[in-house]
């Protein structure tokens, strides 16, 4: 696990640091500073505030479900055609390593990228 503040995190545009200049800030439960989107992003501020503020309970949400991936082997992979075990988002068969492009292959990895680990 990581040792980033915990969630839940909010978007709050009223703090010091941010109203003065239309910065946004993102404040733990606690009104911690976390992190700042800076107004000069332009019409990106809010989105990029937004989602950070929306990092733990993401990170929250992948973390539970690849667990149940594992367990139950039926949410990645399907019997093809063939009778060969394929995985649902890249076809890879099962036990050969996954495409880049596959879903499952990228949550495993942006997991392993929160929590500071190599997938």
Known sequence: M????????????????AA?????????????????????????????????????????????????????TTLIYYQGASGKWLCRWCLTPEGKAHLESCSWRRAREVIAKARGETA
């Open 20 to 72: 003065l200049n239309g910065d946004i800030a993102v404040v733990n439960d606690h009104g911690t500073l976390i992190a700042v989107a800076y107004l000069r992003r332009g019409k990106q501020t809010g989105a990029n505030a937004i989602l950070i503020a929306a990092a733990p309970e993401l990170l929250a949400a992948l973390e539970e479900l690849a667990p149940l991936a594992v367990e139950n």
């Open 2 to 17: 990581s040792n980033h503040t915990p969630g839940p995190w909010s978007v709050d545009v009223t703090r010091p640091v």
